[in-house]
């Protein structure tokens, strides 16, 4: 009795399995319809163990080559055009990186290296028409300084190593954080809305 209630447990899981891959099939076929036109295909999971049914219902798929799984880390990155605008913030903060203590009277702190290769790190993460506009200065305090000042709006950005502190004017309203963690999404954002 033992056997076949082990043997009945299987079938069931069995049963679910291919279930659910044939739902994971339809749905994904339902949605990409035109699959055989497609070059490429990218698709985020948040549950690990349900990759191998994805990856079985993907192969099972007519005109699907090869079904290539990579971790997070593996992605590739959005490549982003980077013009005159990234060049002269790029260079600007790797001029700005060699200055050395007392570079502004003898309180005057070098630049913090870590503020200057996190900003270089969203740098390379930011669309060009984001950039306009845009001026590095360096801080007394070791910080780096982004100014803006465009037609619409008036905005400043101290990047330490840890914090962003920054304000913008934007259609009469003012906004102000002192000190949001410097991250490249926080950055990314901070221009989004001064430009958006």
Known sequence: MGKSYEDFGKRQ????????????SCNFAQKVKNISDMAQLLVTVSDNAQLPHLRTAIRQL????????????DVPRKVLTQGKAHKELLERAESLGKLAEGWDGSDSKAIAPQSIRKFKTALGKVEEKLLQGWVLFPDAHGYLYLDYTGSNAVAGITMTGERLIYFFKKDGKTVKNDGAAFTTRNLLSILERVHG
């Open 13 to 24: 899981r069995k049963k679910q399995k291919n279930f659910a891959e044939s739902e994971i």
């Open 62 to 73: 007519r005109g699907v080559e090869q079904v290539a799984m990579l971790r997070k880390m």
